[in-house]
């Protein structure tokens, strides 16, 4: 589990981290193709980034699904439960047992939904292909503008990021069930910070207001 948890992160670092670095080399090109500085400018003019645009779309796309599923890992998703809370003790677990098992089944519906999807848009035909398969009058599928990758690969996304989210809801559902409690993200908790240095930053503060 830590190993998916870890893949998790580090699929949504990097696709944040090398969409900004393609965004930047992406605004400079641009600027920099429309200063007139002799070899530069045509240096740059030859550069092609027209493709970096649809790149950055995607990277944000994808980064975003397996950002839904982190989210309901750690708690992060805005939820109001005041009304939950009120609620006793049983009903209160029925409740966010009810949640959590209608989240895992809309995703899990999206999920389905989005593979029959990207199956039908070319995937099939890009399976039986790589099996030696006849694909007979199976359609290859139509491609992206710039880039022109399969766009049942692009669309990936959405099963994959769905599934995810998916198992997160269950296992949130099956943690909740063995302790009673479900993941809560703190907004005032920095990463890092602990308990004494915490203690020591909030004496420092109140000395300082008296």
């Known amino acids: 589990m830590k190993v998916l948890d870890h893949l998790e992160e580090w699929i949504i670092t990097f696709l944040m981290g090398a969409a900004t670095v393609l965004i930047f080399f992406s605004v400079v090109h641009r600027y920099g193709a429309g200063t007139r500085i002799p070899l530069v400018q045509d240096w740059l003019l030859s550069l092609h980034f027209s493709w970096a645009q649809e790149l ?26 005041v009304l939950v809370n009120r609620l006793p003790d049983d009903w209160r677990n029925k409740a966010v047992l009810l949640a959590l098992a209608g989240g895992a089944l809309f995703t899990g519906i999206i999920g389905t939904l989005g593979l029959r999807f990207i199956w039908e848009n070319g995937m099939h035909y890009a399976l039986f292909h790589l099996l030696g398969i006849d694909t007979g009058d199976l359609p290859q599928g139509p491609t992206t503008p710039d880039l022109e990758w399969p766009t049942w690969i692009v669309y990936s996304a959405v099963p994959m990021g769905s599934f995810l989210m998916c198992f997160r809801f269950l296992q949130v559902m099956v943690g909740f069930v063995r302790t009673g409690t479900v993941p809560h993200h703190d907004a005032a908790h920095v990463e890092g910070l602990g308990d004494d240095d915490g203690a020591f930053n909030e004496t420092v503060l109140k000395a300082g207001a008296k």
């Open 56 to 81: 950055c779309i995607y990277m944000f796309v994808w980064m975003a699904k397996f950002g839904a599923a982190y989210g309901v890992r750690t708690g992060i998703h805005v939820g109001v439960d």
